[in-house]
């Protein structure tokens, strides 16, 4: 039992730091924040496909990555609240594939952060009324979700089948 708790403690651990530190990478090339994203740590929430501890891990990882957020505690809370939505709902579907693929473990970030970071970002779409930059916003935050998650996520995924790494 011990090592159970510990296994998962550290591969949460892990999970955390590496979302954070890749997420601040996207930081200084200019990708992680505002209307337009492109987090290369997203690929990670294919994670709750493999292990239960992705859900504390990409909840803190992305917790610590939005501290660097130019939209400040309005980001850390209503982003992480998305990713820990994301990768709950996620690993509770993780059995449903297609192709050998968590089709819906890879949506479930498109879905929930293009609606909340969708809200988020609504009110730095400029002359558009609320409606119509709302569905902007939340369209370039799921564009993004959806390049990351099931480009970058889709190769992770697989990558880790083959290296059998959750075995």
Request: proline share 5%; glycine share 10%; hydrophobic share 55%.
């Amino acid at each position: 039992m011990k090592k159970k708790s510990t296994q998962y403690l550290i591969e949460g651990a892990v999970i955390a730091a590496v979302y954070a530190a890749i997420t601040y990478v996207a930081a200084s090339l200019g990708w992680a924040y505002g209307p337009v994203q492109f987090r290369f740590s997203e690929a990670l929430t294919v994670l709750a496909a493999f292990t239960p501890a992705a859900i504390p891990g990409l909840t803190i990882g992305c917790f610590l990555g939005n501290l660097g957020s130019p939209y400040g505690w309005v980001d850390i809370i209503f982003g992480t609240l998305a990713s820990f939505l994301a990768a709950s709902t996620g690993y509770y579907l993780r059995k449903i594939n297609i192709k050998g693929i968590p089709f819906l473990v890879l949506l479930m970030p498109v879905l929930f952060n293009g609606i909340i970071i969708g809200l988020e970002v609504t009110p730095f779409i400029p002359n558009s009324s609320w409606l119509t930059a709302y569905l902007i916003g939340a369209g370039w935050i799921a564009l993004g979700e959806f390049a990351m998650c099931f480009g970058l996520g889709s190769l992770l995924h697989t990558a880790l089948i083959k290296t059998k790494i959750f075995k």
